[in-house]
């Protein structure tokens, strides 16, 4: 059996505060046990910071320590930026520090509570992954029974111990299928201790899984088994692989972290594993595929409850990205959720989903963030409740460094999905943090070419700091490619801006031929009448929008292409109506 996860290392190593402690040693910040990422220089910062708590630590001490005499920088300007994003991974503010105080043209002082040395010595997660099981039918058609195994053994081991035991996303996971890559290079990939690799077997109504962990700092295989069981009793021998898993690596599992593990109807557990399969493909035909699964699985077993939180998620998500009308889609989403909930309130997708539904379809802001902060504290190793967490405190509450911290959060566990790197971007978008959005952005899209968000990112950041004209490039190609409604608005809204208002007005006359026999929001149209400086015509757009449940409307306090309408008293009057929620200081 291997050593536990233990940091407890020599006194003044580890250093605890809040929700984070530090890893002096290694350079190393976590949150709630996962990695936050930090730039060496604000690492150094806060180093400093720390081995002095409660003293002021001097501009020029901070000059000597990080930038020596033979190295020429703008020192005043590379401080301030270090000191930002130090507060921002520790969800700090300059004007209400909870550990960084500034004391003006002085220097810096860390003011919050440090553990007890006896405390700091804790834990961190053993950080693993479930690589896709192989499927050893020889059928190909059989593909979504073992990838919707590994999804299942993915979401058994991370509800095991969260507080231990980080395991790596399913997004994330499923690019390594059938990769060459060896074990050694995935685990520097994505930073683990452990690999979780096995097959998968369906016979009749028998299945058969072996698997095998890894430990990747020297590839050492350090158990295998093989498991058998009758399909209804599938959810069982995964729970018997997860403990078996937690115990090889020294984690104590809590009562309140074992999984379901009652029988189940096979039929229903296929249709169940094929929607999963859909779900995962994640676009707007393979979304509706997985709601057809959903009910089917429901059909067959109406009180599956997962099968119901699932429904809901789907619902959610068709209607968030505009892949169905969310007068229409919401309401499925929050009565598959209310469902799923009736029949086991545990299921953090069902939560995370009527969360969305309080959040865009009723407008009741409160009672979205209960039920997305209840995700998180149900799952916190599924990265879409830390990615939902994100959006909301960065777009509702403009709660900047809170909402970069979740991201990494989600970042960490997920790290090869393309939703949290656009989610990122728009973080930087609501923080006006625009040529950092700038960098994101092309990284993003040379990561993934039909990212459109990324292209619409890179479009508006440029429009933001006035260089409309650099913005059209991105704009007119994700309108080639996609002619969706944002790449539109925004490509229209980039022409009027860069003095082309036959351009804005041609792209406008096609999003008006969409609005005539399609979906086309309201809102979309505004942006390209605020940017040929229309603004009474971008005005009765919004309030038409507004009048007509139009969820992007709760965009309008945060986002910055609505910046040349501020002050105007009609749109004060309707950020006011929304009854949004005060600003984070």
């Not at 996971?173 to 683990?192: F, N, P, T």
């Not at 460094?401 to 989610?423: F, G, H, Q, T």
């Not at 942006?527 to 040929?532: A, D, F, K, Y």
Request: one cysteine or more; proline letters at 6%; aromatic letters at 8%.
């Amino acid at each position: 059996m291997r050593q536990p996860m233990q940091e407890s290392g020599p006194k003044g190593k580890i250093v605890r505060f809040g929700e984070c402690h530090v890893d002096l040693r290694a350079g190393q910040l976590y949150k709630r046990g996962l990695k936050v990422s930090l730039r060496d220089q604000s690492f150094q910062v806060l180093a400093l910071l720390l081995e002095r708590p409660g003293e002021v630590v001097t501009r020029e001490e901070l000059r000597r320590r990080l930038w020596p005499e033979d190295v020429f920088v703008d020192f005043d300007s590379n401080l301030n930026t270090a000191v930002a994003r130090l507060r921002e991974a520790l969800c700090d503010s300059a004007d209400h520090p909870r550990f960084i105080e500034t004391l003006p043209k002085r220097g810096y002082r860390f003011i919050g509570k440090l553990a007890e040395p006896a405390e700091a010595g804790i834990p961190r997660k053993a950080k693993l992954a479930v690589l896709p099981f192989a499927n050893l039918s020889g059928d190909p058609a059989e593909e979504y029974f073992s990838d919707g195994m590994t999804e299942e053994m993915i979401s058994q081991l991370a509800g095991l111990a969260p507080d231990r035991l980080g395991v790596i996303a399913r997004t994330t996971a499923m690019h390594y299928k059938g990769s060459r890559k060896d074990i050694a290079q995935v685990g520097r990939e994505l930073g683990l201790d452990y690999v979780l690799e096995g097959s998968v077997r369906r016979e009749g109504d028998q299945v058969r899984i072996t698997a095998q962990l890894i430990q990747v700092s020297d590839q050492t295989h350090i158990w295998s088994k093989t498991y058998d069981a009758q399909l209804r009793h599938v959810l069982r021998l995964q729970s018997e692989v997860a403990q078996a898993v937690a115990a090889q690596i020294e984690i104590a599992v809590p009562q309140t972290g074992k999984r379901r593990t009652g029988a189940v109807d096979p039929e229903t557990h296929d249709a169940y594993l094929k929607g999963l399969y859909h779900l995962g493909r994640f676009n707007p035909s393979e979304l509706e595929k997985a709601a057809r699964c959903f009910r089917r699985a429901i059909q067959t077993s109406p009180g599956y409850a997962p099968a119901h939180a699932k429904l809901a998620l789907v619902h959610t998500l068709a209607a968030y990205f505009g892949y169905a009308a969310p007068s229409e889609a919401f309401p499925k989403a929050g009565a598959a959720a209310a469902k799923a909930l009736a029949l086991d309130d545990g299921l953090a997708d069902a939560h995370f989903a009527l969360g969305f539904v309080h959040w865009f379809h009723t407008w009741d802001l409160p009672a979205g963030e209960r039920e997305i902060e209840r995700a998180v504290e149900l799952s916190p190793n599924d990265p879409d409740g830390h990615f939902g967490h994100a959006v909301f405190l960065g777009g509702m509450k403009e709660d900047h460094p809170a909402a970069a911290v979740e991201v990494s959060l989600a970042r960490e566990l997920d790290p090869l999905s393309m939703l949290i790197r656009v989610c990122e971007g728009w973080m930087l978008y609501f923080a006006r943090q625009f040529d950092r959005l700038i960098v994101h952005a092309r990284e993003t899209i040379e990561l993934d070419e039909i990212c459109v968000q990324a292209y619409n990112q890179l479009g508006l950041a440029h429009i933001a700091i006035g260089a409309p004209g650099r913005a059209m490039a991105a704009l007119e190609e994700a309108a080639r490619r996609f002619g969706d409604p944002i790449s539109l608005a925004c490509l229209g809204m980039a022409c009027g801006e860069a003095g082309e208002p036959e351009k804005a007005r041609a792209v406008l006359r096609r999003m008006e031929e969409t609005a005539a026999s399609g979906y086309m929001p309201s809102l979309c149209l505004s942006w390209v009448h605020i940017g040929l400086g229309e603004h009474e015509a971008a005005l009765d757009l919004i309030e038409k929008a507004y009048d007509e449940h139009d969820p992007v409307v709760l965009w309008l306090r945060v986002f910055p292409i609505f910046d040349p309408l501020r002050g105007e008293p009609r749109y004060e009057q309707m950020v006011a109506r929304l009854n949004l929620p005060p600003k984070s200081r």
